[in-house]
């Protein structure tokens, strides 16, 4: 597989492992989308100065407002970190 066919691979193998942990195996709850975080973005959580802010984020995820981030959630919030990632990176 090319590098961008393994990241896909990867993002998908992510959110289905967190996604399996509780109810539904196609969203994940709040508690999966806090584990996730914790584990795979923890840069992301120190930023965040309390638990509003963490629920800010949750509720920001939620497009549909259905209180659980489906895999489009997802990858919208892994885009959107990695563009402000990418435009950190360029600005030095």
């Known amino acids: 597989m090319t590098q961008l066919e393994t990241a ?3 993002l998908i ?3 289905d492992a967190y996604a399996s942990a509780e109810g539904s195996k196609d969203s994940l709850n709040k ?3 806090k584990t996730l975080l914790e584990k795979e973005l923890p840069g ?3 930023l965040a100065k309390n638990q509003d802010e963490v629920d ?3 509720k920001g995820l939620d497009i549909n407002g259905d209180s659980e981030v489906d895999f489009m959630e997802y990858v919208v919030l892994v885009a959107s970190l990695t ?3 990418h ?3 360029c600005k030095k």
Do not use: D, H, P, Y
């Open 56 to 58: 800010k984020l949750m």
């Open 87 to 89: 435009s950190r990176c």
């Open 8 to 10: 896909m691979a990867i």
């Open 31 to 33: 508690a999966e989308v």
């Open 13 to 15: 193998k992510t959110f």
């Open 83 to 85: 563009c402000a990632c």
């Open 44 to 46: 992301l959580l120190k």
